[in-house]
């Protein structure tokens, strides 16, 4: 499929509702992971999938993992290897949720909202289940590097421009 059909007015009437629409972005999605994660396993590798490997770690099937994203819950087809010595950076190991919904999470809670407030919102907006304990994990995983940002020595000068107007 082109780029330009994505933007083919033809294309998009193809969809009936918005979420015959969004079943499909969430396939593409999927899609797009899966072959994210073979480049992962291929740069791991070093070969590429039906070349001859390079040492003696080679592919050893594909196993299903369930992820949360943006457009709700998937399950996905992840490469793995024989040393199980690879770990993607997509989705990593013992992870389920893809990055989209960790920002989210981060930007919640950075606005001041609890973690049972930013676990009923992403149940409403995202249509899955997300546990406090989850939500807790994720937050406290940044919660060094805020602390951090926030005790750090200033610089002794700041150029800011500060403008207003009001138009009568």
């Not at 083919?8 to 009936?16: I, R, V």
């Not at 199980?84 to 981060?106: H, L, Q, T, W, Y």
């Amino acid at each position: 499929m082109k780029k330009e059909d994505l933007f083919n007015d033809d294309f998009l009437k193809q969809f009936k509702t918005g979420d015959e629409l969004t079943s499909f972005l969430k396939e593409i999605q999927k899609r797009g992971i899966e072959k994210m994660l073979e480049g992962e396993l291929d740069g791991h590798l070093d070969y590429e999938k039906h070349q001859k490997s390079n040492g003696g770690n080679v592919r050893n099937g594909h196993f299903k993992k369930k992820i949360r994203t943006s457009f709700g819950e998937s399950e996905i087809s992840v490469p793995r290897d024989r040393e199980a010595s690879f770990n993607p950076m997509i989705v990593p190991k013992r992870g389920s949720i893809v990055d989209g919904i960790e920002n989210v999470i981060v930007s919640l809670y950075a606005k001041g909202m609890s973690n049972s407030d930013i676990e009923e919102q992403i149940r409403e907006v995202y249509n899955f289940e997300v546990s406090t304990s989850t939500i807790s994990r994720i937050t406290e995983s940044i919660s060094g590097d805020i602390v951090a940002w926030q005790n750090r020595p200033l610089e002794p000068v700041y150029l800011i421009v500060w403008m207003d107007g009001i138009v009568f």
